[in-house]
């Protein structure tokens, strides 16, 4: 069998700018899509409207163009896509592996032992709607599944999805879907074979992958880079008030982001033009030069 060309993407959520964390997943999954003579596309993960902030979306296209990357057909946005989670809710539903549950964060964290996120969901639910009660989500069984899979820089991973997280929200009652069943159904349409992230996303590859194990979807390699963090160890991210993007000095901060990767920097990288730095940079990629470290100090 001929192997499909390579494809992979980048999927930011549109909760604020750029940080150096979100740069280094754009420019990992960049570099090893083109490294491959493959294509990168470029998705918006904005399904839950609540967590989108005004101006989001065109200051991370104005970031990624500013800093040169160049992506493959039109931007997917995921508010546009829900006919695409509505039928792979309704195959979930038709299989009987969801139903609905009462069950609040509170009422979770009180009845569940410590899980790796969060408390995992004991399965208070999973027999029926207690009376009287409403239901606030639906909920994929995992009952005694588990998920296998080989990470390109972390090895064989196993996970116990009955112990973390237990059965998780596909869909929630005020009618958004869930980020694992989105990107699930995305990442087969659109033809991904390859998934190049954070290591933060670990756990939410293994979720993915059972329900596209569900729903018949072909699954992707996975590849997880390091975490960038901050001084205190904490994680780059918008709820640590991670620094936007300086995209007004792009070959700095993409030197920078080279650096945390533990790539080769060869001396033509000194004072190139931005043109000329992807060339090399795509030239000299070399995946396994990452490691398996999950966690490294992000520069500054």
Known sequence: MNQAPYRGRFAPTPSGPLHFGSLVAATGSYLEARSHGGEWRLRIDDLDPPRVAPGAVTSILRC???LGFEWDGPVLYQSRRLPA???????LRVLGAVYPCACSRRE????ALPGIDAPPYPGSCRGGLPPGRHARALRLSVHG????????LLGWQRRDLE???GDFIVYRADGVYAFHLASAVDDAEQGMTDVVRG???LESSARQLQLMRLLALPAPRYAHLPIAVDRSGKKLSKQTKAAPVDFARPLAVLR???VFLNQAMPPSFESPTLPEFWRQAITHWDLQRVGARLQ???PG
């Open 145 to 152: 599944m588990t998920v296998e899979f080989d990470d390109r």
């Open 108 to 111: 979770i964290a009180e009845s």
């Open 64 to 66: 990624l163009e500013a």
């Open 296 to 298: 490294a100090p992000a």
């Open 163 to 165: 112990r973390a997280p």
């Open 199 to 201: 290591a933060d996303l």
């Open 256 to 258: 920078a982001v080279l």
């Open 85 to 91: 989670y509505h039928a792979a809710l309704h195959q």
